[in-house]
C-alpha cells in the first residue's frame, strides 16, 4: 500500500474535500451527494439539527465510516491509500465524551506515537507535554497522575492534546464542549481558534450559539445535504 507522507503533499491544493459523497445508515438517513473543500488553516463551524448528519460528516473524514459513493481526499490523496493508523495521525478526531486508557496522563498523551505507523516519530518530551497543559490550563494536573482521575473537562481537555501532539494537518472536534463548564469550553473553543491560526484545518460541530471569532466557514447539515454559508 502507497502511504502518503506530509512531506509529499501539495500545499496549494485544499487540505480536505469531499467530492459528491454518499453515505446512509440502515433505514435511510445519512448523507447524500456532499461536496466542499477545506483550505489549510481553515477553521470550519458545522451546524444542524439533532440527528442531521453532523458527527457522521466528521465520522467520514477519519474512516470510522466508509463512504458509500464518491471520494474524500486529504491533500489530493484518497483517504482509503492511507494506513488506518497513519490517517489519524494526520487527521485528529476529538469525540463528545473524551476517551481515556488506563495508566498515567504521560501514558495518555504519548499514545499516538506507540503505534506502529509513528515509531520512527521523535517523542515529545515532559516539557512539551507539560507545556501543552499549561497552555490549556491542566496546571494541577500531573504527568504521573491516573487519567482516569481527571474530571470531565480535564479528561475533554487531555484528548485534545493528544490529538494536536503528532502534528496532524485537520482537527475533527465532534461537540468537544457540550459535556463541559463554561470556563472550559471557552478555552477549549479558544484552542480550537488558535490551531486554526497555526495551519491546521479545523472542523468543529457544535450544538450552541458559540460565533467564532476567527475568520471561519459554516456547513449546514440539514436533510441529508450540507451548504456552505
Given at each position: 500500500?502507497n502511504?502518503?507522507?506530509p512531506?509529499?503533499f501539495?500545499?496549494?491544493m ?11 445508515w440502515p ?14 488553516g481553515?477553521?470550519v ?10 458527527s457522521?460528516?466528521l ?8 463512504i458509500q ?9 484518497p ?7 497513519a490517517?489519524?495521525t494526520?487527521?485528529g478526531?476529538v469525540?463528545?465524551?473524551p476517551?481515556i486508557?488506563p495508566g498515567?496522563?504521560?501514558?495518555n ?5 506507540t503505534?506502529q ?9 515532559d ?5 501543552w497543559?499549561?497552555r ?6 500531573a ?9 470531565v473537562?480535564?479528561?475533554q ?6 490529538s494536536?501532539?503528532?502534528r496532524?494537518?485537520v ?14 469550553r ?11 491560526a497555526?495551519?491546521?484545518a479545523?472542523?468543529m ?8 471569532d ?8 440539514a ?7
Open positions: 500500500m502511504i502518503p507522507q512531506d509529499d501539495n500545499q496549494d485544499p487540505v480536505l474535500e469531499f467530492k459528491d459523497v454518499t453515505f446512509h433505514g435511510g438517513k445519512g448523507l447524500s451527494e456532499v461536496s466542499f473543500a477545506v483550505p489549510a481553515q477553521f463551524l458545522i451546524s444542524g439539527s439533532s440527528g442531521a448528519g453532523k457522521t460528516l465520522r467520514l473524514a477519519v474512516r470510522l465510516e466508509e459513493q464518491g471520494e474524500i481526499l486529504l491533500q489530493g490523496q483517504l482509503d491509500s492511507f494506513y488506518p493508523p490517517l489519524r494526520r487527521i478526531f469525540q463528545q465524551m476517551v486508557l498515567s496522563v504521560r501514558d498523551l504519548l499514545m499516538p506515537f503505534l505507523s509513528r515509531t520512527d516519530s521523535t517523542i515529545p518530551s516539557e512539551i507535554l507539560t507545556g497543559m499549561e490549556l490550563a491542566l496546571t494541577d494536573v504527568l504521573d497522575d491516573e487519567a482516569g482521575d481527571l474530571s473537562g480535564q479528561r481537555r487531555l484528548c485534545l492534546i493528544r494536536v501532539l503528532p496532524p494537518v482537527i475533527c472536534f465532534d461537540e468537544p464542549t457540550s459535556s463541559l463548564d463554561r470556563e472550559s471557552e478555552r477549549v473553543e479558544r484552542i480550537a481558534e488558535e490551531l486554526a497555526e495551519g491546521i479545523v472542523l460541530v457544535n450544538h450552541t450559539s458559540y460565533h467564532p476567527c475568520p471561519h466557514m459554516h456547513l449546514t447539515v436533510d441529508g445535504k450540507v451548504e456552505e454559508e
